[in-house]
């Protein structure tokens, strides 16, 4: 078995896995090529689960983090312009955080919203949302065979375009679609593009640093992840141009306006373009 995951991981390193699809037999779920949608996305949540216990005491979450101070000073720069940007147009009535984690970001929204309804898969993310944000709804819920018991004057995502397959994508968009009043908007921030980071940020940034880890196939969606305790899990990262973003949105109906931060973020809004 062992000698099996090597194998596969010495064929990655050398971008040789196109030309050997290992046998699926005896290789662990997370080495699986063949991978379908389902099965990455409850490995997704299983990870997530996982993970909240250490989730908001990782270096991006925690009070007291402890990055390089130029690395952190231009983080904090960028962070002010995401701020800049929900305040000067922010989501108002009730508002749906999908993919809402622990919160980190909800009580953004609380104050321009009247409510918040906040959907998440992981029921220990949202044990930790509702200690800190004890009134906001929770539904936990995997949003891809969730539907939506109504419609949300707006709806927000952090940090969770970048998780969504690519066999999902569509898919995703339009239960978006079916959750939202009519004329209602979305907001969504995200990971910048590697590249974009890498060539215009002060280095540290924590997805590289992340992706550095555990070897992957640059090409492939699914990542592999170690958290503290040394486990590993699969998970799907998905970076995007802001460009291609809001051009791909425009494919399935939405107007999108999305650009990139100095060096660590990307985000947005779509709302449905008008039809006709
Ligand atoms: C990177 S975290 C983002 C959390 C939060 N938005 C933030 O900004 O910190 C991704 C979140 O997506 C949730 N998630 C993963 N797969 C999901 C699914 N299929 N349905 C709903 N939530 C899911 C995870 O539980 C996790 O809380």
Known sequence: MQLARYAFLLQRRLGLVRAWIPPTEGLPRWQNPRMDAEELIAAQIAYYRARAIQYDDEPRHADNDQRRPEYLERLRGDVAELDAWLEADPPTGHVLEIAAGSGNRTGRLLGSADRVTAVDAAPEMLDLLAAKHP??????????????????????????????????WDTFWDLVDRA?????????????????ANSNGPGDWPEVAEERQIEHAAESEVRTRRLRDGSEWTMVKRFWWPDALAADLGRLGWTAHVAHTDFAFMYGTARRSAVG
């Open 180 to 196: 939202l009043v009519p004329g209602g908007r979305v907001w969504f921030m995200d990971n910048a593009h590697p590249d974009h």
């Open 135 to 168: 009134g906001v709804g929770r539904i936990q819920a995997d949003i891809f065979s969730w539907e939506p018991p109504q419609r949300y004057d707006n709806i927000y995502f952090g940090y969770w375009i970048s998780h969504v397959p690519a066999a999902m």
